[in-house]
Nanobody, 125 residues
């Protein structure tokens, strides 16, 4: 059973940055399409984007308005999601998800084969 672990969340002031990471033990993540999602308090799940498991291409929704990028560090078996110019409305639990059966990711978190418990991002002054 693949277990994904997100890290890098925390409390940051508006305008600040964080770098979220997603890693797993015992598997090679570059064989998996990796998606990032977030869920704010009282709101539904929101897809941020994904990186595919073939040529490393990424695609994004408008959720982060271009303030996030997804990249792989295969040497560390980690997928990163740097978040820039954070706003209070970015406060949410951020989840990564992995799936070996699709190149281009999936629309919803629960459609992925695996997902993590999430890391909390709080943007507040």
């Amino acid at each position: 059973q693949l277990q994904l672990v997100e890290s890098g969340g925390g409390l940051v002031q508006p305008g600040g940055s964080l770098r979220l990471s997603c890693t797993a033990a015992g598997v090679t993540l570059d064989a998996y399409a990796i998606g990032w999602f977030r869920q704010a308090p009282g709101q539904g799940q929101e897809r941020i984007g994904c990186i595919n498991n073939s040529d490393g291409r990424t695609d994004y929704t408008d959720a982060m308005e271009g303030r996030a990028t997804i990249s792989r560090d295969n040497a560390k078996n980690t997928v990163h999601l740097p978040l820039n110019n954070l706003k209070p409305e970015d406060t949410a639990v951020y989840h990564c998800a992995a799936d070996p059966y699709t190149h281009y990711g999936r629309t919803y978190l629960h459609q992925y084969a695996y997902w993590g418990q999430g890391t909390q991002v709080t943007v507040s002054s």
